[in-house]
């Protein structure tokens, strides 16, 4: 089977190559899955850059943390319970995504509800569960201000929908003029274009001088800055991202008097350390919003699996309006 793979960290267009490799075969406990499509998303390209929370292991690392495809080869030892069949469709989660068929243990499926496609359905993982246990982190409640750096990314389209359907008020800021309006017909109370206003005051004259009750902060730099300078009383930051590459600036006065709790959230750490229950309690959600359809999945463009280096190319370029897709079967 095809595979996509590299040998050093580096920039997805030097490094990716398309490798055969042996078609895998599921253990007692998994099953193999033939793989339709996987998006593109950062976690990806900054696994391939190998500044990512865990490792490339080399020779020929496998890329790709998430998609969607067909039951093909159900291993022993799987109880009815599961109810597990070979053609299901599903959504997985694993290292090495960007192949033309992965294994996978069968307690950690997806299935994808029949009005989706596999294009929606491989975005199950990644975005959804981020969304809806950083919402549960924060804990905000009715008419609580939420700040959002990077807006118009697909995972923070999701948060705006769900948080707009619990009465919270999202603030997001944007590089680009053309998307602040989008952002306010997803939800968004207030859409901020940083390369003309001041985030800071923008902020300071919505909230009536008393800040955001929390923040999802993936940018840094000067954005990151202005929006610990944003958060209010006992408010909550969960920074994901890094997106300028440069650190943020914390001001002592309003960290001494404000007291906000600034800490980082890494999907793969909560996925090692939540319960079962846990576990089981998001994917029911993420499965109910993915069924009845409460959030959109924009798809901007889709690449076959011998273009993986394109695909991740074509994802880390400014403006985009969807996210990007790999199809990985022939």
Not at 21 to 50: C, Y
Not at 105 to 116: C, E, G, R, V, Y
Not at 252 to 278: C, H, N, Q
Request: glycine share 8%; net charge negative.
């Amino acid at each position: 089977m095809k595979q996509i793979v590299f040998n050093k960290p580096g920039n997805a267009a030097d490094v990716l190559s398309v490798k055969d490799v042996p078609l895998p075969e599921p253990k007692a406990g998994e099953v193999r899955i033939k793989v339709k499509a996987s998006p593109v998303n950062p976690s990806d390209v900054v696994f391939i850059q190998g500044v990512y929370g865990i490792q490339p292991e080399f020779p020929d690392s496998p890329a790709g943390f998430e998609g969607a495809g067909e039951i093909d080869v159900i291993g022993t030892g799987i109880g009815p319970d599961l109810k597990i069949a070979q053609g299901q469709r599903v959504a997985f989660a694993t290292l090495g995504a960007w192949s033309e068929y992965v294994v996978v243990p069968a307690t950690s499926l997806l299935p994808i509800p029949d009005n989706l496609s596999f294009e929606e359905g491989a975005q199950f993982f990644v975005n959804p569960f981020t969304a809806v246990t950083m919402l549960e982190e924060v804990n905000l409640q009715k008419s609580d201000w939420l700040l959002l750096t990077a807006a118009f990314s697909a995972l923070n389209k999701m948060v705006i929908q769900l948080a707009q359907k619990e009465g919270i008020r999202v603030i997001g800021t944007v590089r680009h003029a053309e998307q602040v309006q989008p952002l306010l017909d997803l939800g968004a109370e207030a859409v901020v274009n940083t390369k003309e206003d001041s985030l800071a005051e923008r902020v300071k004259s919505l909230t009536e001088g008393k800040g955001v009750q929390a923040c999802f902060e993936s940018v840094g730099g000067d954005i990151g800055t202005q929006a610990i300078a944003s958060l209010g009383k006992n408010a909550t930051m969960l920074i994901y991202g890094l997106m300028s590459g440069e650190d943020a600036k914390i001001s002592y006065g309003p960290a001494i008097f404000r007291t906000p709790i600034i800490k980082g959230f890494w999907l793969s750490r909560w996925m090692k350390e939540a319960s079962i229950v846990d576990k089981a309690k998001v994917a029911k959600q993420v499965y109910s919003m993915m069924k009845q359809g409460n959030v959109t999945l924009d798809i901007e463009k889709t690449f076959p699996l011998a273009q993986a280096a394109e695909a991740v190319t074509y994802s880390t370029q400014p403006g985009r309006s969807g996210k990007v897709i790999i199809k990985c079967d022939s």
